[in-house]
Antibody
Framework: EVQLLESGGGLVQPGGSLRLSCAAS????????MSWVRQAPGKGLEWVSA????????HYADSVKGRFTISRENFKNMLYLQMNSLRAEDTAVFYC????????WGQGTLVTVSS | SVLTQSPGTLSLSPGERATLSCRAS???????LAWYQQKPGQAPRLLIYGASSRATGIPDRFSGSGSGTDFTLTISRLEPEDFAVYYC????????FGQGTRLEIK
């Protein structure tokens, strides 16, 4: 059974940093690109970042470019999102998902940026 | 290519037919158009991929169609559990998601 389990969310002050993790199981992790998708309260889905199966190619939404870094450790079946210079508008539930066809999603982890 | 979904909100009764639209600003390969359902407090769930193929476990009352710039998700007879928000996605392009259609009980 495929499982994606995010962790690392929480309350952080504006300008602060947070690192999200996503533990994957039930599939050959290194064979698939992965992505982070977020959803602000009451809003729609916003793609944030994607990484190739090998980790050699990464892509970012303009809204997070230069502030967020996606990475993965295939030997651990782990996906990460390092988030720096956080802003109030980054407040959202962050999902990890297989990519680009998101047939599996995690349950999400809430990031709240507030003073 | 930007995806625009309509209507923003659709109010229907159980048993009725729902037709949701997803229009792309540039032509999208049918192979790369998907639909997702999201219920409150839950992660999105894949319904349709390749514009018309149902994902595993999706009831056959859900169907997808379309090509080029116009795609449609049809729910033939609404069940109470179908009332949710629906998103289309072009996978392999950015931004990938439409803004969503809320399907609410009339």
């Amino acid at each position: 059974e495929v499982q994606l389990l995010e962790s690392g969310g929480g309350l952080v002050q504006p300008g602060g940093s947070l690192r999200l993790s996503c533990a994957a199981s039930g599939f050959t992790f290194s064979n698939y690109a992965m992505s982070w998708v977020r959803q602000a309260p009451g809003k729609g889905l916003e793609w944030v970042s994607a990484i190739s199966g090998s980790g050699g190619n990464t892509h970012y939404a303009d809204s997070v470019k230069g502030r967020f870094t996606i990475s993965r450790e295939n030997f651990k079946n782990m996906l990460y999102l390092q988030m720096n210079s956080l802003r109030a508008e980054d407040t959202a539930v962050f999902y990890c998902a297989k990519w680009p066809l998101a047939d599996y999603w995690g349950q999400g982890t809430l990031v709240t940026v507030s003073s | 290519s930007v995806l625009t979904q309509s209507p923003g909100t659709l109010s229907l009764s159980p048993g009725e037919r729902a037709t949701l639209s997803c229009r792309a600003s540039q032509s999208v390969s049918s192979s790369y158009l998907a639909w997702y359902q999201q219920k409150p407090g839950q992660a999105p769930r894949l319904l349709i991929y390749g514009a018309s193929s149902r994902a595993t476990g999706i009831p056959d009352r859900f169907s997808g169609s379309g090509s080029g710039t116009d795609f449609t998700l049809t729910i033939s007879r609404l069940e109470p559990e179908d009332f949710a928000v629906y998103y289309c996605q072009q996978y392999g392009s950015s931004p990938p998601f439409g803004q969503g259609t809320r399907l609410e009980i009339k």
